[in-house]
Protein backbone atom coordinates (compact mmCIF):
# COMPACT_ATOMS: atom_id res chain seq x y z
CA UNK A 1 0.00 0.00 0.00
CA UNK A 2 1.53 3.52 -1.27
CA UNK A 3 1.12 6.49 1.41
CA UNK A 4 -1.58 8.06 -0.41
CA UNK A 5 -3.75 5.08 0.17
CA UNK A 6 -2.93 4.46 3.78
CA UNK A 7 -3.95 8.10 4.27
CA UNK A 8 -7.36 7.82 2.06
CA UNK A 9 -8.22 5.06 5.06
CA UNK A 10 -7.21 7.51 7.58
CA UNK A 11 -9.16 10.07 6.43
CA UNK A 12 -12.15 8.20 5.99
CA UNK A 13 -12.12 6.81 9.47
CA UNK A 14 -11.34 9.91 10.74
CA UNK A 15 -14.77 11.31 8.66
CA UNK A 16 -16.93 8.55 10.44
CA UNK A 17 -15.61 9.79 13.51
CA UNK A 18 -16.64 13.36 12.85
CA UNK A 19 -19.79 11.95 11.70
CA UNK A 20 -20.68 9.73 14.33
CA UNK A 21 -19.44 12.55 17.38
CA UNK A 22 -22.54 14.44 15.77
CA UNK A 23 -24.70 11.30 16.82
CA UNK A 24 -23.45 10.88 20.06
CA UNK A 25 -25.88 9.20 22.32
CA UNK A 26 -26.49 11.12 26.00
CA UNK A 27 -25.02 8.30 27.97
CA UNK A 28 -21.68 9.37 25.90
CA UNK A 29 -22.39 12.75 27.08
CA UNK A 30 -22.62 11.83 30.29
CA UNK A 31 -19.29 9.90 30.87
CA UNK A 32 -17.81 12.68 29.42
CA UNK A 33 -18.75 15.08 31.42
CA UNK A 34 -18.15 12.60 34.93
CA UNK A 35 -14.42 12.26 33.05
CA UNK A 36 -14.20 16.33 33.17
CA UNK A 37 -15.30 16.64 36.53
CA UNK A 38 -13.05 13.73 37.80
CA UNK A 39 -10.50 16.84 37.59
CA UNK A 40 -9.11 14.75 33.90
CA UNK A 41 -8.61 17.25 31.55
CA UNK A 42 -10.63 17.33 28.37
CA UNK A 43 -8.43 17.70 25.63
CA UNK A 44 -11.86 18.54 23.09
CA UNK A 45 -12.35 22.09 24.87
CA UNK A 46 -8.92 22.74 25.46
CA UNK A 47 -7.87 26.21 22.58
CA UNK A 48 -4.64 26.57 21.15
CA UNK A 49 -2.73 27.43 23.35
CA UNK A 50 -4.22 25.15 26.19
CA UNK A 51 -3.40 22.68 24.18
CA UNK A 52 0.26 23.54 23.59
CA UNK A 53 0.61 23.78 26.91
CA UNK A 54 -0.68 20.12 27.75
CA UNK A 55 1.16 18.62 24.91
CA UNK A 56 4.48 20.02 26.58
CA UNK A 57 3.22 19.11 29.95
CA UNK A 58 2.72 15.59 28.66
CA UNK A 59 5.76 14.96 26.88
CA UNK A 60 8.31 16.13 29.09
CA UNK A 61 6.96 13.56 31.51
CA UNK A 62 8.39 11.55 29.44
CA UNK A 63 11.89 9.80 30.50
CA UNK A 64 13.94 11.54 27.47
CA UNK A 65 16.10 8.00 28.31
CA UNK A 66 13.53 5.44 27.44
CA UNK A 67 13.97 3.12 24.44
CA UNK A 68 11.65 4.41 21.33
CA UNK A 69 11.53 8.18 23.34
CA UNK A 70 10.56 9.87 19.84
CA UNK A 71 7.96 7.09 18.85
CA UNK A 72 6.15 7.54 22.38
CA UNK A 73 6.33 11.31 22.20
CA UNK A 74 5.01 10.87 18.22
CA UNK A 75 2.11 8.27 19.36
CA UNK A 76 1.08 11.08 22.36
CA UNK A 77 1.10 13.90 20.12
CA UNK A 78 -1.01 12.32 17.39
CA UNK A 79 -3.41 10.53 19.85
CA UNK A 80 -3.84 13.88 21.57
CA UNK A 81 -4.29 16.10 18.70
CA UNK A 82 -7.13 13.59 17.53
CA UNK A 83 -8.62 13.55 20.46
CA UNK A 84 -8.33 16.86 20.98
CA UNK A 85 -10.49 17.45 16.79
CA UNK A 86 -12.53 14.83 17.38
CA UNK A 87 -13.32 14.23 20.85
CA UNK A 88 -12.95 12.23 23.57
CA UNK A 89 -15.26 9.21 22.44
CA UNK A 90 -12.55 8.99 19.40
CA UNK A 91 -10.95 6.79 22.38
CA UNK A 92 -13.35 4.12 22.13
CA UNK A 93 -13.53 3.19 18.79
CA UNK A 94 -11.95 -0.30 18.07
CA UNK A 95 -9.74 0.86 15.31
CA UNK A 96 -8.23 4.07 17.63
CA UNK A 97 -4.92 2.48 17.88
CA UNK A 98 -4.51 1.22 14.73
CA UNK A 99 -4.97 4.57 13.16
CA UNK A 100 -2.79 5.99 15.43
CA UNK A 101 0.05 3.22 14.22
CA UNK A 102 -0.81 3.99 10.62
CA UNK A 103 -0.85 7.76 11.25
CA UNK A 104 2.86 7.05 12.96
CA UNK A 105 3.87 5.05 10.05
CA UNK A 106 3.12 7.81 7.33
CA UNK A 107 4.05 10.66 8.96
CA UNK A 108 7.86 8.97 10.11
CA UNK A 109 10.91 10.10 8.13
CA UNK A 110 13.93 7.75 7.62
CA UNK A 111 16.43 7.93 10.30
Keep these: ?7 NNIIQIIRQQSENKTHRSKKTEK ?10 T ?25 PN ?13 LVWQFGDEILQDRKFNEMVKSIQKDLSFPR
Design 42 to 66: NISNLNLDQLEQHLSERINSINKTE
Design 31 to 40: ASTSKTNSGN
Design 69 to 81: YEDKVNELFIKTV
Design 1 to 7: MDKISGL
